[in-house]
């Protein structure tokens, strides 16, 4: 279908609740970026004018104290992501998102007011919870709001609002890097998530979180209230395989025909769930299930390729590495390569939904391999050309299909009872990859120069045959069953 048609067909109330849940991502990536341009400032290593009796106008921090302010907000992601599966499992996602903002809130406040390293630190660990929990939950959010043709390109929002987190983090570090202007750097983070916290006042739960828990008719209500009063919900709704049409009893039927002038009534017969869908699982019960193992194992194994294709040297260390090379202004190359990866992201995602996750996985690893080969050929011949075309083709190659889809599969592989677990764990195997290549990235690459970009191409190789053998395609899919190729089960 033409995005131009259905786009036309979309409520101005889903993308108001679509842009809402977006901002945790925004704030995941802002947070990742935000210290990289006014870094020299904070630890002391320029000078400014601008004073302040209150707060010392610069923290002194050698390389290793830099670096565990910085793994902090790993740390708090690792502890985000494995309790917000669980969490938005039990008091749904929209709550889990109103938690989630508290810590978005309160980190910036310990950050921007630090008076010396611990504070500041521990601001990024409390930022880092919510941008753990965040990018957990929200992507399991959008997949169950989202229209079901259009899932993979809904789904690529999270990437593309992450994306655009990092440019306005490095927009206000190339304007604010001097005196003690850091801070309000560090404190635009809380507005945002203040922001965010009011807008969700205002959205709603997912209509399918609340039919698998039991709250059919509500479920319907609110459905009807995204889609708009024209939308023919019956398709959508039968998807969720909460109970068959005709399992229902007359007073059930008239409730359902006319969801939009009833109120909700939680103890009516009409919201009972009818399947008899086991409980939430949780992470050990899933990790042990006969058959969401191996799609735990799958999603795993696409997050840890998604970090481990070298995404976050080119991010978080790329200019360093690259800026005599190519004798460019550091931060300005940070905004250059953050603005091409939104529209890069951006432009791909209606992709994700025509060619399907699987296909945009592989050609993404592919480009990012080769990628990496010619990266480390113009680092170690030190031919510039090279060097600018193979960071613009890497950085592209990942918002091909490693940036967004990561994210959709945690919900299109397992079922309902083990979404929230599911993406705890592939979001903790993802946070414990990225605090590897932040750690371990610019020591290795002080060994290996540009030859550590053979290792990334490597890995990517390593990553293209597993996926193509192991994972499967959920493009089209209506249910786990016709995804791994099983007979269905009836419930």
């Given amino acids: 279908m033409d995005p131009r048609t259905w786009f036309r067909d979309l409520t101005a109330y889903f ?16 947070h990742l970026a935000e210290l990289n341009a006014p870094e020299d ?21 050698n390389p290793t104290q830099w670096g565990a302010v910085g793994s902090l907000y790993t740390l708090g992601g690792l502890l985000g992501a ?19 903002t508290v810590f978005f809130a309160v980190g910036p406040v ?38 079901p043709a259009e899932k993979g390109f809904f ?24 005196g003690q202007y850091w801070r309000v750097i560090l404190a635009a983070g809380g507005i945002i998530g203040v922001a965010q916290s009011l807008g969700l006042l205002f959205s709603v739960e997912s209509p399918k979180y609340l039919a698998d828990h039991g709250s059919l008719l509500e479920g319907r209500r609110i459905l009807r209230r995204i889609r708009g009063e024209k939308f023919d919900l019956d398709e959508e709704v039968s998807g969720w395989g909460i109970v068959d049409s005709d399992e229902l009893n007359d007073e059930e039927q008239t409730l359902l025909r006319n969801e939009d002038s009833v109120p909700h009534q939680s103890g009516s017969s009409a919201t009972k769930r009818k399947s008899t869908r086991d409980d939430a699982l949780n992470i050990v019960q899933v990790l042990r299930h006969p058959e969401y193992n191996k799609a735990a194992l799958a999603i795993v194994m696409v997050m840890l390729a998604q970090q481990f294709s070298g995404i976050n040297s080119i991010v978080m260390y790329g200019v360093s590495l ?26 791909c995602a209606p992709l994700v939904d025509k060619l399907g996750r699987k296909a945009c996985l592989l050609n993404s690893l592919a480009g990012m391999g080769i990628s990496a080969l010619l990266l480390a050929i113009s680092i170690i011949k030190s031919i510039s050309i090279l060097s600018a075309v193979s960071v613009l083709l890497f950085v592209s190659s990942f918002a091909l299909g490693l940036g967004p889809v990561p994210f959709l599969l945690s919900s299109e592989l397992v079922g309902p009872d ?17 605090f590897v290549v932040a750690q371990f990235f610019p020591l290795a690459s002080a060994k290996l120069h540009g030859k550590v970009y053979f290792i990334f191409a490597a890995l990517s190789a390593f990553f293209f045959l597993f996926i193509s053998w192991f994972v499967p395609e959920t493009k089209g899919k209506k249910s786990i069953d016709e995804v791994w190729g099983r007979e269905r089960r009836d419930d």
């Fill in 155 to 178: 789904g690529s929002l999270t990437q593309v609002m992450c994306n655009l987190g990092i440019l306005v983090a490095q927009l206000l570090g190339f304007f604010l890097s001097k």
């Fill in 110 to 147: 310990f950050e921007a007011l630090s008076p010396n390293m611990g504070v500041m630190a521990f601001g990024r660990l409390i930022s880092g919870i919510g941008a753990g929990s965040s990018v957990v939950v929200v992507p399991i959010y959008i997949s169950e709001i989202s229209p």
């Fill in 15 to 30: 993308l108001y609740i679509i842009f809402v849940a977006t901002l945790g991502p925004l704030l995941f990536g802002f």
């Fill in 418 to 434: 083990a979404i929230g677990a599911t993406q705890s764990i592939a979001l903790g195997a993802n946070w414990i990859a990225t």
């Fill in 41 to 61: 400032v904070i630890r002391c290593k320029k000078e400014s004018i601008v004073a302040a009796a209150s707060l010392p106008q610069c923290i002194p921090m």
């Fill in 82 to 100: 494995l309790s917000a599966g669980p969490l938005a499992d039990r008091y749904g996602r929209r709550r889990a998102m109103q938690i989630t």
């Fill in 322 to 347: 690259l800026a005599d090379l190519l004798e460019s202004n550091s931060a300005l190359l940070n905004l250059v390569v953050s603005a091409i990866n939104i529209i890069v992201t951006a432009s």
